[in-house]
């Protein structure tokens, strides 16, 4: 009775035993192949071509309503104007300049800086567009140099190879630049009058 009660014993141990070491034998190899499925997938993720929004659209999106010097804002406009019109996100507000910020669905990103005066009015402007790669710069900077060029009097002279120049009524500049480094790609516009932090390079 007692061999026949250790046996049975050892027996459901044994089958104990295997049953955890089978789970556990299914487990790592389940891990496995999960394993390889996310290096797959990262890999095929990795070799995707970045997309680039329509630089058409992408221009749009940057002017926002039209007129004034830039998204419907004149220099001059008070702070408070700027921050209940402005439908990009407020990051940045100081003594002297507040910005806002959008991102694509293609994650370019589009960061604008309203300079103030001592008066907390609009006195310049600075924007800075990321881009995807080099062609998308190319393409959104033929857009803008056909936009500015209907809006302000182009100024050749000023002209270099990454940047070109306008100038607008009341002494305002404005420039346009390639500002590409690296793997780094991206367009700055700066819009004021000479010597306004807008304009410093």
């Known amino acids: ?32 192949t999960e ?20 630089h058409s659209q992408l221009l749009t999106t940057i002017i926002g309503r039209q007129g004034g010097v830039f998204r419907g804002f004149q220099l001059g406009d008070p702070v408070s104007k700027i921050k209940t019109e402005e439908t990009f996100e407020l990051f940045e507000d100081t003594t002297n300049h507040v910005g806002f910020t ?18 907390k009015n609009l006195s310049g402007v600075k924007l800075d567009v ?8 190319k393409s959104l900077l033929e857009q803008f140099d056909t936009y ?7 100024d050749k002279k ?18 346009l630049e390639d500002v590409s480094k690296g793997k780094d790609f991206g367009l700055r516009l700066s819009i004021g009058p000479k010597g306004n932090p807008a304009m410093a390079i």
């Open 1 to 32: 009775m007692t061999i026949s009660y250790t046996r049975s014993v050892l027996a459901v141990i044994f089958i104990a035993s295997s049953s955890i070491l089978l789970l556990s034998c299914g487990k790592s190899a389940e891990q496995t």
């Open 35 to 54: 394993q390889q499925s996310v290096k797959k997938d990262s890999v095929i993720s990795s070799t995707e071509p970045i997309v680039s929004t329509n």
């Open 102 to 119: 959008y991102e694509t669905e293609n994650f370019e990103a589009i960061d604008v800086l309203y300079y103030l005066d001592k008066n």
């Open 130 to 137: 990321y881009l995807n790669d080099s062609n998308a710069v």
């Open 148 to 154: 500015l060029s209907g809006k302000y009097t182009p």
């Open 158 to 175: 000023a002209n270099t190879d990454k940047t070109r120049s306008w100038k607008g009524r009341g002494g305002i500049l404005v420039r």
